[in-house]
């Protein structure tokens, strides 16, 4: 398995893959295996391989296995739930700090082939991603859905985060989740 930085070319496979577990598409009763909640077009995520190097991809030869987004706040605030987030940060605390634009950053989603659930792909991908961008910052912050359990294990059993508290919008639940990004990710090479 290789873990890189996607490349303008790679967009139709992440698409597909995204189309594929999206919560809108995937049948019903694969829903409890996880799935995905934003929609992403060619345009966004053209802008965040070329403004934020933010979207990582594990490749099986040419087949793209999974990938996780990750980018700054400024990249995300296009988005409602995002903009929520944002507004929040200066009232959530985690590893002794006041959250920020400045020192947080937002990752996910992270979408995996079925194929590959289970194996090395979820810790691997995940510390490519972090490796990325904790050079400039310290923690990164995430958000599940309550309804989606399987994501939660893998990021709080598998994967170590931290649950920071809940929060509601537009009548969903959710997880905010962090993770001190100097740790190596449990699990990964």
Not at 35 to 50: A, D, G, H, M
Not at 76 to 98: C, R, V
Not at 136 to 164: C, E, M, P, W
Request: net charge neutral; with cysteine; hydrophobic share 35%.
């Amino acid at each position: 398995m290789i873990y890189r930085n996607a490349k303008v070319e790679d967009i139709s496979g992440v698409l597909e893959l995204q189309q594929r577990y999206h919560v809108s598409t995937i049948p019903e009763e694969d829903k409890n295996d996880g799935f995905v909640t934003t929609l992403f077009t060619e345009e966004q995520l053209k802008k965040l391989i070329e403004k934020e190097s933010g979207l990582a991809i594990a490749c099986d030869g040419d087949k793209i296995a999974a990938y996780v987004m990750a980018a700054s706040w400024q990249y995300w605030s296009a988005w409602p739930l995002f903009q929520h987030m944002i507004k929040d940060l200066p009232n959530t605390e985690y590893l002794g700090q006041i959250l920020s634009v400045e020192n947080s950053y937002q990752y996910g989603p992270i979408c995996i082939h079925k194929d590959y659930r289970g194996s090395e792909v979820l810790p691997n991908i995940y510390e490519f991603s972090r490796l990325q961008l904790s050079k400039k910052y310290s923690i990164l912050i995430t958000f599940i859905n309550q309804i989606n359990h399987r994501s939660y294990v893998a990021h709080t059993k598998k994967l170590g985060l931290d649950v920071i508290k809940s929060f509601e919008f537009n009548n969903n639940k959710y997880y905010e989740l962090g993770y001190d990004t100097s740790k190596k990710t449990k699990g990964s090479l």
